[in-house]
């Protein structure tokens, strides 16, 4: 497992960075109607690439609080990011 998903330091900087940029992203996936049905939206709308993060996390972490922390964070700037993109171009 550490070997398909681990190996990453995982410092602060670099899980706000995703997580803003996740966020961004996925937000764009949603609004621009040039990946309107097709696997680009599926991003928007299932759990599996989020599951995917949190596991890249929680691997590259060095404690479990540690992990428990950053998956947190990274959830808490992602997840309103995208609907706060989202929101005035709908």
């Known amino acids: 497992m550490k070997k398909l998903f681990g190996e990453i330091e995982l410092t602060w900087k670099k899980v706000i960075l995703s997580a803003i940029l996740a966020g961004i992203i996925t937000a764009i996936f949603a609004i621009v109607p040039l990946f309107h049905n097709t696997s680009f939206e599926a991003v928007t709308v299932t759990l599996e ?3 995917l993060f949190g596991i890249i996390i929680i691997m590259n972490s060095k404690s479990n609080m540690d992990s428990a922390w950053k998956c947190f964070v990274f959830f808490l700037i992602s997840q ?5 993109i989202q929101v005035p171009f709908s």
């Open 49 to 51: 690439v989020w599951i």
């Open 80 to 84: 309103p990011l995208v609907y706060l």
